[in-house]
Nanobody, 120 residues
Framework: VRLVESGGGLVQSGGSLRLSCAASGFAVRWFDMRWFRQAPGKERELVAS?????????????NYADSVKGRFTISRDSSRNTVILQMNSLKPSDTAVYYCNARLSNGDYWGQGTQVTVSS
């Protein structure tokens, strides 16, 4: 199992970034996938999640932290086995290392993280 994040960088306040999480060793469609972030001196926090398609009624359901609702969108590209986090209207408070997480049957897996820096 491997998760590789990309797409981070430096952007001005109000700008956008698109983070990608390329997965290997499993199919993202069949597992809960999440994006977390960790700012300096703060605990890692859950930003967005998308429910596995294993759940017939709720598969594909997305959830967001209150701080990013209406600005961030999580999605899956099953053909590329990738999870996307589209981030719009970025704020300096969004500055953090962003991590992709997969909840598999044998535990949680993490990527190495990608730095997002939003300047004011």
């Amino acid at each position: 199992v491997r998760l590789v994040e990309s797409g981070g960088g430096l952007v001005q306040s109000g700008g956008s970034l698109r983070l990608s999480c390329a997965a290997s060793g499993f199919a993202v469609r069949w597992f809960d996938m999440r994006w977390f972030r960790q700012a300096p001196g703060k605990e890692r926090e859950l930003v967005a999640s998308i429910i596995s398609d294993t759940y017939i009624d709720s598969g594909g359901t997305t959830n967001y932290a209150d701080s990013v609702k209406g600005r961030f969108t999580i999605s899956r590209d099953s053909s590329r086995n990738t999870v996307i986090l589209q981030m719009n209207s970025l704020k300096p408070s969004d500055t953090a290392v962003y991590y992709c997480n997969a909840r598999l049957s044998n535990g949680d897996y993490w990527g190495q993280g990608t730095q997002v820096t939003v300047s004011s």
